[in-house]
């Protein structure tokens, strides 16, 4: 999996509200998902990002999502 545009995603772009870069690598996509998924709004979520979420699911996560509530 390629470099991630965050800006076309808005969860994952406000879950990024502290990097600041416009692309990045997958396992940090990943990793942000799972760690902050407590401040996602999941009804808000488009079906692209949906799709992101399932593909880095299974290419970063080995199938396994285990998000973190806080």
Known sequence: MSLINRH???E???LL???HSEWIEPE???RVYEDRWGFVT???LEP???ILIQE???TVGNGIF???FQ
Do not use: C, G, M, V
């Open 17 to 19: 509200w502290d990097i």
């Open 8 to 10: 076309l995603y808005p």
């Open 66 to 68: 285990l998000p973190h």
């Open 12 to 14: 994952l772009n406000r």
């Open 56 to 58: 880095l699911t299974t």
């Open 48 to 50: 692209a990002e949906q």
């Open 28 to 30: 940090l996509a990943f």
């Open 42 to 44: 999941e009804s808000l």
